[in-house]
């Protein structure tokens, strides 16, 4: 009661209320505003979940505490939405606009298959303009990022979404409109964003962006997805809110990363091509344990437990 009317109270001293009593009485009220409204806080956040709710909480956590690869993917949308005439020849020193770039990151990136072709598969929820232009081109790039803070720092442009905004020509000062995630990863040292052709069984290639980084990224996938020409099926799978992207890998950009040619991968360093992974809410990258794979464990309860990732050094 004082707090709610405390300022009321003030105005009604005989003498008036001096300036050192006006401003308790000022502190007093907002004080208990705030202490009200961090009591209601505290008694929302006490509610009891629904059955549904407490089964996902208890499944979300238990995925953070596994290591999740982190990679980037790149493609092209449209010109014009939802045509792709792939039997017209393409004109490689035709102008691309930026702002059809399109790339998002994955952290449900994994391989389906070795043989007797490559096969991939992730998910993307939709609706997702990543998603709209994969339907469109149905090629992408993979970009395997390395376990350092120059990868996270990709990884983490990309997970904004596919936002667009103006900057100034640098020779006629007219405008471009470019890719923000793209622009924000092009900017970095030792970062640049080109254009980089794939093949296609059609009379012209596949024009897409490519994050070209040493020190960034390991290796740049060239990936198709499945049943072209067939959007009701094939690699496109509708699950809920999500659709299901089964994709083949058709080949490894040369000059990128420790690639310098489709048959040999030059480095040998395993700390430095280690994949950049996530997990518990911060990107890691996987370690080697000391216990080889398929070999006997002896460890008790009190035994210490090894741990298969670990924090990125800076």
Same mark, same amino acid.
């Given at each position: 009661?004082?707090? %709610?009317?405390?300022?009321?109270?003030?105005? +009604?001293?005989?003498? /008036?209320? $001096?300036? =050192?009593?006006?401003? *308790?009485?000022?502190?007093?009220?907002?004080?208990?505003?705030?202490?009200?409204?961090?009591?209601?806080?505290?008694?929302?956040?006490?509610?009891?979940?629904?059955?549904?709710?407490?089964?996902?909480?208890?499944?979300?956590?238990?995925?953070?505490?596994?290591?999740?690869?982190?990679?980037?993917?790149?493609?092209?949308?449209?010109?014009?939405?939802?045509?792709?005439?792939?039997?017209?020849?393409?004109?490689?020193?035709?102008?691309?606009?930026?702002?059809?770039?399109?790339?998002?990151?994955?952290?449900?990136?994994?391989?389906?298959?070795?043989?007797?072709?490559?096969?991939?598969?992730?998910?993307?929820?939709?609706?997702?303009?990543?998603?709209?232009?994969?339907?469109?081109? %149905?090629?992408?790039?993979?970009?395997?990022? +390395?376990?350092?803070? /120059?990868? $996270?720092? =990709?990884?983490?442009? *990309?997970?904004?979404?596919?936002?667009?905004?103006?900057?100034?020509?640098?020779?006629?000062?007219?405008?471009?409109?470019?890719?923000?995630?793209?622009?924000?990863?092009?900017?970095?040292?030792?970062?640049?964003?080109?254009?980089?052709?794939?093949?296609?069984?059609?009379?012209?290639?596949?024009?897409?962006?490519?994050?070209?980084?040493?020190?960034?990224?390991?290796?740049?996938?060239?990936?198709?997805?499945?049943?072209?020409?067939?959007?009701?099926?094939?690699?496109?799978?509708?699950?809920?809110?999500?659709?299901?992207?089964?994709?083949?890998?058709?080949?490894?950009?040369?000059?990128?990363?420790?690639?310098?040619?489709?048959?040999?991968?030059?480095?040998?360093?395993?700390?430095?091509?280690?994949?950049?992974?996530?997990?518990?809410?911060?990107?890691?990258?996987?370690?080697?344990?000391?216990?080889?794979?398929?070999?006997?464990?002896?460890?008790?309860?009190?035994?210490?437990?090894?741990?298969?990732?670990?924090?990125?050094?800076?």
């Amino acid at each position: 009661m004082l707090a %709610r009317n405390g300022r009321q109270l003030a105005s +009604k001293f005989p003498n /008036g209320a $001096s300036a =050192v009593e006006k401003r *308790f009485f000022d502190v007093f009220f907002r004080w208990s505003r705030v202490g009200c409204v961090a009591a209601g806080s505290r008694r929302s956040s006490t509610q009891t979940l629904s059955p549904a709710e407490a089964h996902s909480q208890k499944f979300r956590h238990i995925m953070r505490l596994m290591p999740h690869p982190i990679v980037v993917l790149t493609t092209m949308a449209s010109k014009t939405p939802g045509v792709v005439d792939w039997s017209k020849p393409g004109d490689s020193k035709e102008e691309i606009d930026p702002s059809l770039y399109r790339g998002m990151t994955l952290s449900s990136f994994t391989s389906l298959s070795m043989g007797p072709e490559p096969l991939i598969t992730f998910n993307i929820g939709f609706p997702s303009r990543t998603l709209s232009a994969l339907t469109e081109t %149905r090629h992408f790039l993979i970009h395997v990022l +390395k376990a350092n803070t /120059g990868g $996270s720092y =990709v990884a983490d442009a *990309f997970t904004k979404g596919n936002a667009v905004h103006a900057i100034p020509g640098s020779e006629d000062g007219k405008e471009t409109v470019v890719n923000t995630a793209f622009h924000e990863a092009g900017s970095q040292e030792h970062m640049t964003v080109r254009v980089h052709e794939m093949e296609h069984s059609g009379k012209r290639g596949v024009r897409l962006p490519l994050l070209d980084c040493r020190s960034a990224v390991t290796a740049v996938l060239e990936s198709q997805v499945l049943g072209e020409g067939d959007r009701a099926g094939g690699g496109l799978i509708r699950i809920g809110d999500h659709v299901l992207v089964v994709a083949k890998v058709t080949g490894v950009v040369a000059g990128v990363g420790g690639y310098t040619d489709t048959t040999k991968f030059i480095s040998v360093d395993s700390k430095s091509t280690r994949g950049l992974c996530y997990r518990d809410g911060k990107y890691a990258k996987a370690r080697k344990l000391i216990r080889a794979a398929g070999s006997s464990w002896q460890g008790g309860e009190n035994q210490e437990s090894e741990d298969a990732t670990e924090e990125l050094d800076d």
